[in-house]
């Protein structure tokens, strides 16, 4: 096994390979130095105009002493079964208030595992042992005792810096405070964090330049702190912001749109005015399939954009800010309007020039079926997020799902003709495609007639024998109950989205407690 780095003397600070990570504790109580158990531990006291002092002198008095004794993590190595990597072995330290303490070794010796490890951040996979104390006693780090800013920038990249303080501030001060104070609030707390001059400067990202990174790590200082707000105020202001994101953001849905555009346009010129003779009904069908399968299928487009939305949402949860069905409704809400645009405009090009029934009753039913099952996928995209955060495993996974859905549906393979173990009973009756194909079939050839150019038969064939002899569609039902089933879906899988966040929050810890390996019995400070 390895060892993990052990130093007990200081190292001095112009060495090449050292970096700095920094914990800030809050009141103001003079201090020592420590011997930190790591290349060097330096503390000093916290600068502070007067404007700061005076903002920060009720947490002053205080004052929360954190202290930590033989703390140990470690890992899985991966490398033989069995056997385990020590990142942090029987630590012991502490943090006065008032003190910002400096944690300074050369990377990949357990700095931010440590952080971790006193915030409760640490992942599944690793086990740690010893204690951690709050002013003496054996508790975690409550909701506005401390703020964490992690390595990465998580941060909502489209918002300006106001916008996303002022968010912040709707999302965690209580009701009782009107707009103007939780306004002047955020305001205030811009001013106490030096970003006065970046007010309206855009966080930016990767494509958009916006603030530096110092700025954008202060920025994630601000307001950390649990959340007062009532759930419905979390709701109204997650989707306010996810609406205004997904506006700003051109690869959440304005990309996505062009493209359905132009693929409205291919589908309608490909198969424009198709006629009523009997190879329209080959035809209608394969339009309709074509509509039914790659305009929901493209829904995996937006992943990146929501495994995003999963970060923001991980870090501003574990703050406090708000609740799990608050961020699932204001999810489903903003995203509303956006895909009834790409469900409306696209489909009715595709629609009309490929000369579909005219009745607007059965257009409707059209873009509704479409705007239900895009909503539906991206459920089932969203889902994918929340277990596969990676966006290219996560697009990988969803487009395999989608695939095996597609087979399942009923057009490549005529329902009768399925393997009836498995691929008919249960998957044929569990894919949304199923009940959208049967929905669209329904919808455009219930009251069509077709000459017959088989050498058997009636000169005339109707819609409804096509539904039943040609794709094999269920008619004991109307169109209506497979739209009422795409719907059921939906709410299912935003409800299997909830649950599955829920579940991981309480089930993580718990796993984790079964796991732990003790090095020693530990010791009451």
């Not at 969203?382 to 399942?408: E, K, R, W, Y």
């Amino acid at each position: 096994m390895d060892s993990p780095i052990k130093v007990t003397k200081s190292t001095s600070a112009k060495n090449g390979d050292i970096e700095v990570q920094s914990w800030a504790s809050s009141s103001s109580r003079s201090s020592k130095n420590k011997i930190f158990p790591f290349s060097t531990a330096l503390s000093s006291s916290v600068p502070r105009n007067d404007s700061v002092t005076s903002s920060l002198k009720s947490k002053f008095d205080n004052g929360v002493f954190l202290t930590w004794k033989d703390l140990s993590v470690v890992v899985p190595s991966g490398k033989k079964e069995n056997r385990k990597h020590a990142i942090l072995q029987e630590l012991t330290g502490y943090v006065e208030p008032g003190q910002i303490l400096a944690i300074m070794g050369p990377s990949g010796c357990g700095k931010s595992t440590l952080l971790d490890a006193l915030a409760g951040r640490l992942s599944s996979n690793t086990e740690q042992t010893g204690e951690i104390l709050i002013n003496g006693r054996k508790e975690t780090l409550a909701f506005g005792t401390s703020a964490y800013v992690t390595q990465e920038d998580t941060l909502m990249t489209t918002l300006t810096v106001m916008e996303a303080v002022y968010y912040s501030a709707q999302l965690q001060l209580p009701d009782s405070m009107s707009r103007s104070q939780k306004r002047e609030r955020a305001e205030m707390t811009i001013r106490e964090m030096g970003l006065q001059d970046a007010m309206d400067t855009r966080i930016g990202g990767w494509n958009v330049r916006g603030i530096s990174g110092g700025q954008k790590r202060r920025k994630g200082e601000t307001l950390e702190k649990e959340s007062q707000a009532s759930f419905i105020t979390q709701s109204l202001v997650l989707t306010n912001r996810s609406f205004v994101n997904m506006y700003r953001d051109l690869g959440y849905y304005w990309l996505r749109f062009a493209i359905y555009i132009a693929l409205g346009l291919c589908i309608g010129t490909i198969f424009h005015d198709i006629g009523s003779s009997y190879g329209s009904i080959q035809a209608r069908g394969s339009m309709l399939m074509y509509v039914a399968t790659f305009f929901t299928f493209m829904a995996i487009g937006g992943f990146p954009s929501f495994a995003e939305d999963m970060k923001i949402f991980g870090r501003e949860r574990l703050n406090g800010h708000y609740g799990v069905a608050s961020f699932v409704l204001s999810n489903s809400f903003s995203s509303t309007p956006y895909l009834l645009l790409i469900s409306l405009i696209p489909g009715a090009i595709a629609y009309y020039l490929t000369g579909l029934q005219k009745n607007i009753g059965h257009f409707l039913y059209f873009v509704l079926g479409l705007f239900v099952s895009m909503m539906l996928v991206e459920s089932l995209m969203m889902i994918v997020a929340s277990i596969v955060p990676d966006f290219l495993m996560g697009i990988i996974t969803g487009a395999g799902i989608q695939g095996i859905m597609m087979l399942n549906g009923g057009f490549f393979r005529l329902p009768n003709d399925l393997l009836k173990p498995v691929w008919k009973y249960p998957m044929y009756y569990f894919v949304f495609h199923r009940y959208l194909y049967q929905g669209f079939y329904k919808n455009e050839f219930e009251g069509l007639t077709f000459p017959n150019n088989q050498a058997k038969g009636p000169p005339i064939i109707t819609g409804k024998e096509v539904l039943t002899s040609v794709w094999q569609v269920d008619i004991g039902h109307s169109k209506w109950i497979d739209l009422a089933i795409l719907l059921g879906m939906l709410f299912f899988y935003r409800f299997l989205f909830w649950a599955i966040i829920k579940t991981t929050e309480k089930f993580k810890p718990i796993i984790k407690s079964f796991r732990f390996v003790s090095f020693k019995p530990c010791r009451q400070m």
